[in-house]
């Protein structure tokens, strides 16, 4: 048995302990730390998969090359043929690259996957490993979900060098481990799903997929108790992570990047879960939306920029007589401190004092908001929650707020407005600065400067 060294691994952030301890130094999580036993026999010598000079990761020894010489060829991108899973990835998936793809037990990870791949197959060697589902049960999937089945290698299996040793026989393009907590590398103690386990076999195979030229699509989950490993640990080898989590109506499914090395972060793709697997949702500025068709007191639509697009959203607020001493200040999808700075705006410049006021904010439909262009809105929902006045059902506002009571222009007002008025939005309120010089037609844009400003046009309705 080789003899292994002991350390002790923060669950969440990925930290180093020699000795246990209850709170992690880094991340000041609680009882994150678990042990880890650091490999010494043939999971720390792993082999050499390919001393490929195209990659540039060779087993004995690396040459030091010129960054104009190396080839930049293999950087193409592979599309996933699903429009919102290349939108997330930027692009498309990258030769040599690993990806993973987070999220809770259920949240159709190995649906999406299946989905994909059995298409990409028709064009490119592609190799599903499952740890978790039998062949039978996948197969089984594939046919209820009418997909090509003909196309496309599945092995059952846990064993990461196992998982090398048939992908370096069968070459293929790309490679998904579903899930990585159930691997396991050779001469690590530790039971699949334990931190060790975990770092080892994503050590293994991101190394595979560097050395070859190999796309690697790991599948984690995500707990609660973090009994098992957190995608965390894994995130610093990896080159992209995507998290697909279920939002507030419990059919949709959001997948946003955490991490990209090869595209913009904090892009969002939408899906549905339907009868028959995951379908794209093209035009998801409609499904946050209420189409309830009364306008209620608290209720606001804004638009803000996920990555590279519009989204419309609904934020909502309840104002209510706080009945303890110390006003409530809660916000869910928004910033807390957002919110605090926001109500004293209100109050300095705006003339509307909540002091005495408990004050809940939630953005419909699981949204996290973490731009600034959601300030007026805010503000907006708050008063008319205040006051138990609503807004004009067919009004968009969006703009920041400074802290004199000014409203400063974001980026892209032309495609926020524009984007409204696709949906039937007939007047917006925006920073004077994002106004359009040329009308939009049907849509009617008031130019703001101040908060004075957008309180008398609302004055006039
Ligand atoms: P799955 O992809 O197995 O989740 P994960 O791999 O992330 O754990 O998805 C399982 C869930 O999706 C399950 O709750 C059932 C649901 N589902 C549908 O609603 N429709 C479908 O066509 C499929 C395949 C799954
Ligand atoms: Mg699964």
């Given amino acids: 048995m080789a003899k292994s060294k002991t350390q002790f691994v923060c669950s969440e952030c990925g930290a180093d302990y020699s000795k246990w301890q209850g709170q992690c130094g880094e991340c000041k999580a609680w009882n994150t730390l678990k042990e880890f036993r650091e490999a010494t026999g043939a999971a720390a010598r792993q082999p050499n998969f390919q001393d490929d000079k195209r990659t540039g990761f060779s087993g ?42 987070g999220g809770h037990p259920g949240a159709g990870k190995s649906t ?9 197959a028709r064009q490119l060697p592609v190799l599903y490993v499952s740890g978790e589902e039998s062949v039978q049960q996948i197969a089984l999937r ?28 069968t070459r293929p393009r790309i490679l998904v481990i579903d899930s990585i907590q159930v ?16 770092r080892e076999s994503a050590a293994w195979l991101t190394r595979f997929a560097k050395q070859t030229g190999t796309v690697l699509i790991l599948v984690g989950h995500v707990t609660k108790d973090g009994s098992l490993a957190g995608p965390k640990v894994l995130e610093h080898m990896i080159d992209a992570s995507v998290m697909l989590e279920s939002s507030g109506d419990s059919r949709f499914r959001t997948l946003r990047a955490i991490k990209n090395r ?22 998801p500025s409609s499904i946050f939306l209420n189409k309830s ?39 869910v999808g928004l910033d807390t401190n957002r919110l605090s700075m926001i109500l004293a705006i209100l109050n300095r410049h705006g003339g509307v004092f909540t002091g005495d006021q408990d004050v809940f904010l939630n953005v419909v439909g699981g949204v996290r908001v973490t731009e600034t262009s959601a ?38 007002g032309l495609e926020r407005i524009t984007e409204a ?41």
């Fill in 60 to 101: 004995s020894r690396s040459q030091i090359q010129k960054l104009s010489d190396v080839s930049l060829e293999e950087q193409a991108r592979i599309p996933t043929g699903m429009g919102e899973f290349d939108r997330v990835l930027g692009g498309g998936l990258v030769s040599g690259s690993a990806v993973l793809i």
């Fill in 293 to 331: 068709s009364e306008p209620s007191p608290g209720s606001v639509v804004t638009v803000v920029w996920e990555g590279t697009r519009p989204l419309l959203i609904e934020l909502q607020a309840l104002v209510d007589g706080t009945s303890m001493g110390h006003p409530r200040r809660i916000a």
């Fill in 142 to 169: 594939a046919q209820r979900l009418n997909l090509p089945m003909d196309a496309l290698s599945i092995l059952a299996e846990t064993s990461v060098a196992s998982i090398t040793e048939t992908a370096q026989e």
């Fill in 183 to 198: 691997m396991h590398a050779p001469d690590v103690e530790s039971a699949p799903g334990s931190v060790s386990q975990v």
């Fill in 375 to 412: 300030d007026l809105a805010t503000l907006l929902a708050v008063v008319s929650s205040l006051r138990d006045k609503p807004l004009p059902k067919d009004w968009v506002v969006f703009g920041e707020l400074g802290l004199n009571g000014e409203l400063r222009p974001v980026p892209n």
């Fill in 112 to 120: 999406l996957l299946l989905q994909t791949l059995c298409h990409l």
């Fill in 262 to 283: 090869f595209g913009a972060v904090n892009e969002l793709g939408v899906f549905a879960m339907l009868d028959v697997g995951l379908k794209e949702v093209k035009n």
């Fill in 421 to 461: 008025a696709k949906h039937g939005f007939r007047k917006a309120i925006v920073p004077k600065a994002n106004a359009p010089k040329k009308p939009i037609e049907g849509m009617t844009v008031i130019g703001a400067n101040r908060l004075d400003d957008v309180f008398s046009a609302w004055a006039d309705v």
